[in-house]
């Protein structure tokens, strides 16, 4: 019996050495009626306390692995042959044999690794989809917190109902009411993230094989779900007023999709806005062919400059429209609080859909975005993130003009988080994101927004996640990088150009 | 234009006479082109403020829903028209056609009534499964947050991995490792409650008409999961020492199923704990059908008396068993905290669905777990719930010694949050229920633990959620209503009972 100790290690010894036995006596090493060596022995020959032996004979005898026989000492216990050692060599589990099709239709987990990249601090990253402005309510938040616990007790931190806690459902309608959305609490449910609004629609709503039309390009992570769901996604075209509705109807009379999913306002990627009319010929048409409508307005406070738009929901007149949106964009994503408006048949499908899912979201995050907007601290983040967000667009657009290449077309955005560029056609868009990495920058490569491929010559480049200061030297060195590849012929560092095009 | 103002209510009166307005433009009532009343004279036959009027214009300005026209004044904008109106009148959706063969199959939403009915002051209810201490450690839980803000930042509040806070997982391979199960981070994800882990479970493992072997009685989410997921559940029956495993081996012969979900410790709703013998039966069989077992171990924490057993984890040689275990049984549930340990091929394919389904668990929780873990703050709620526990569950034993009828059997459970108890099976269970409420308690009707009926003569009691006092009364109301159901001839209130009987 060779048991090894690992004093640096986090494990306490007794366990080292419990867990060495009981591995010696599972795998049959050591028979039932073994004697295992007196406690004193045993801690002499491991140089170790006696009591740390004891304690690790007690958690055995406790697992019943090990018995103290008159006569004999402590021994192995009879019944304690490991399970199928003798009778069946067990053999690895084929987990890719055992996935459901649903599982192999789940893509890379891209998303994952952009998240881990964006925390790296020797990286400047235009990657993360999310505001970084520096002003957190931290303070605020702690302060919330003793409120909410001194005024609530625990009930804050206990389990609480499905379709969310009912005072932040009130105060998300009247924050709605703002946006020009009727809408009554029995009409909301809180999400753990509006991601989840578009994962748990998915599954009420679609089987596989069903059709999907998204805005091509569109976020990412709708796309990962709507394949996993096995739909079959049509892709509209789309330009800088958002989805070309007028190619819309076509596809409508011949897909018969169960939703058409949009983000209408600055979009993911495009940065685009769907315009006011392309939103009325887009409710028209979804009234005309029964089909509902999947408007993600996670980016709905984000405006920076230019007129706002009503949201669709905001013009639908027939309940056809399902609303998602957030507080991740503008307040502590990690929080995980989004929400879902929409007809109540619909909602309490949702209801049932997220019970299953994952019982409700956490508490304590609903209980504090509930004050937040009640006391008006999220009123004065939005105002405070717009104002952070519309220097780094600033700065970014400055960037883009100082370094920017002719090659390298792009739009400022009125709002949101994301630059779109097309570069030239030849650039390998691999190679890129590589020699990008090795000049210390991250992006999104544009394919991945695409349903059924393209996208090969655009990159996505979120402003508001980088500091500030960061910008500049990013745009420089990813500029470089373009340049770099593209090689001395085919490009020269362009002049800041008098005007921007569009690129959609 | 009839504009009604509710000056009593939350909404700001600007936005009153705007949202009407909006309606009235919308739905083609103020058509194109019409002269809306000027500012002052607005103002002044509602009798308001005339800055009231001008910021509900404002707003309706920037919506393009109104115009100023040269000569004119405000009018109502020339594009304005309702979308579809004129067109063809749009008829409201029918969602239940809409809906997935998944939405179908999703129950109605029982455990959310629990949920909703075990927070009315005015019940005793034995309905819901969380451990009601009143001794949460909520100032720690504040001061513990100040120092992650203090040192961390806003790191904690910002997006994080899928996987979960690497720190984290480090803290649950050692508190796992206290129960004798060897992990690496890499073979461990954060979920958002263990209810998480079994519905990814099921979308990475199940196909619609896949088989999945449960105990019977089983957890009723679990159940849920399974159903919408298309499964056909198979039940293997169960006694006091928890599933009868000599019953399985014919069953996975004939059905070949994707796993077994079991819940050998302190199961829900049965109370049962698995006994060794059977727990190295069960891994034996699994091997040899090469069958994974999902192992529920969300009551790991709460054994009160007798001799704790290795899980299922802690035995397996051969990376058969995905664990699924929780923080919410002991320590602030409404923070939905839990995780999965399995072999690493499949935890990465929990990776793709988690991001897919939320795209991770709530940072700040998992940072104060961490905390919580490292300090030893957990391991004193356990030993805390556990006293807090012992002493309702020993009230319980007086309650239903003292007010037990003959005609109902229960047995004193070793550990976790329930008493599983058989009634006559002349008793209606519905109208049970219904006169329990009448008196004030609420409990769990037996049946719903049952894939395919069964269970109507059985209750579960949780003894943990009420407060101490409650108990006593509760169990004599409970009585009391079961006594007068059956009928003075039929049982009479019994004597404390010398022997307690098994009842499964």
Redesign the interface.
């Known amino acids: 019996m060779n048991i090894e100790i690992d004093r640096a290690g986090?494990?306490p010894v007794y366990?080292q050495i419990?867990?060495q036995i009981?591995a010696f006596i599972?795998?049959g090493a050591l028979p039932p009626g073994y004697r295992l060596p007196p406690e004193r022995k045993l801690a002499d020959t491991l140089g170790v306390n006696r009591t740390t032996v004891l304690n690790a004979y007690r958690?055995l005898r406790?697992?019943?692995?090990i018995e103290s026989r008159v006569g004999q000492g402590t021994v192995v216990a009879s019944?304690c042959a490991?399970?199928?050692?003798a009778?069946?060599p067990?053999?690895?589990?084929?987990?890719?044999q055992?996935?459901?099709?649903?599982?192999a239709r789940?893509?890379?987990?891209l998303?994952?690794n952009v998240?881990?990249l964006?925390?790296r601090s020797d990286l400047i990253s235009f990657a993360?989809g999310?505001s970084?402005t520096g002003c957190?309510p931290?303070a605020e938040?702690?302060e919330t917190?003793?409120r909410i616990?001194r005024d609530y007790?625990?009930?804050?931190?206990?389990?609480?109902?499905?379709?969310g806690h009912l005072p932040l459902r009130e105060s998300l309608c009247?924050l709605m009411?703002?946006r020009?959305i009727?809408a009554t609490p029995e009409e909301v449910m809180v999400l753990?993230?509006s991601?989840?609004g578009i994962?748990l629609a998915a599954?009420?709503?679609?089987?596989p094989g069903?059709r999907v039309i998204v805005e091509e390009p569109t976020f990412f992570?709708a796309l990962?779900?709507f394949q996993?769901a096995g739909a079959r996604i049509i892709g509209v075209p789309s330009d800088r007023d958002g989805m070309r509705v007028d190619r819309l109807q076509p596809l409508l009379e011949r897909y018969k999709p169960?939703?058409i999913y949009s983000v209408p306002t600055f979009q993911n990627p495009s940065g685009s806005v769907l315009s006011?009319?392309r939103r009325?010929?887009l409710?028209?048409l979804a009234?005309?062919y029964?089909v509902?409508v999947i408007e993600d307005d996670a980016y709905a406070e984000l405006r920076y400059d230019g007129?706002?738009?009503?949201s669709l929901k905001?013009?639908d007149?027939?309940?056809?429209v399902i609303y998602l949106s957030s507080f991740?964009k503008v307040l502590?994503?990690?929080?995980?609080v989004g929400w879902v408006a929409a007809?109540r048949?619909?909602v309490r499908?949702y209801?049932?859909?997220k019970?299953?899912?994952?019982?409700?979201?956490?508490?304590?995050?609903q209980w504090i975005m509930d004050d937040f907007l009640r006391r008006g601290v999220y009123a004065g983040q939005v105002r405070a993130v717009r104002d952070a967000n519309r220097r780094s667009r600033d700065r970014m657009v400055a960037a883009l003009k100082r370094h920017g290449l002719k090659a390298v077309e792009w739009f400022p955005p009125e709002g949101g988080l994301y630059f779109w560029c097309r570069l030239p056609d030849s650039l390998d868009q691999a190679a890129l994101v590589a020699k990008a990495q090795e000049e210390g920058v991250v992006f999104v490569p544009g394919h991945i927004f695409y349903p059924a491929g393209g996208g090969q010559n655009s990159i996505r480049l979120s402003f508001a996640s980088p500091a500030p200061e960061q910008i500049e030297p990013g745009v420089r060195r990813l500029m470089g990088a373009i340049q770099e590849l593209l090689g001395r012929d085919s490009a020269g560092m362009g002049e800041p150009e008098g005007e921007i095009r569009p690129i959609l």
Chains 1, 2 share one sequence.
């Open positions: 986090s494990v366990k419990r867990n009981r599972l795998s958690d406790a697992d019943a692995l019944d490991a399970p199928g050692a009778v069946n067990a053999v690895p589990l084929e987990w890719r055992l996935l459901s099709e649903s599982a789940m893509q890379q987990p998303v994952s998240l881990k964006a925390n993360a999310f970084a957190d931290v938040l702690l917190q003793k616990l007790g625990s009930t804050a931190l206990q389990y609480s109902a499905t379709e009247r009411e703002g020009g009727p753990a993230g991601q989840q994962d599954r009420i709503l679609l089987d069903d992570g990962q779900i996993a169960k939703f006011l009319e009325r010929q409710l028209d009234y005309q029964h509902p007129r706002a738009l009503p905001a013009l007149q027939h309940d056809h991740s502590f994503p990690g929080l995980r007809a048949p619909l499908q209801v049932l859909a019970q299953i899912a994952d019982l409700h979201t956490n508490s304590l995050a």
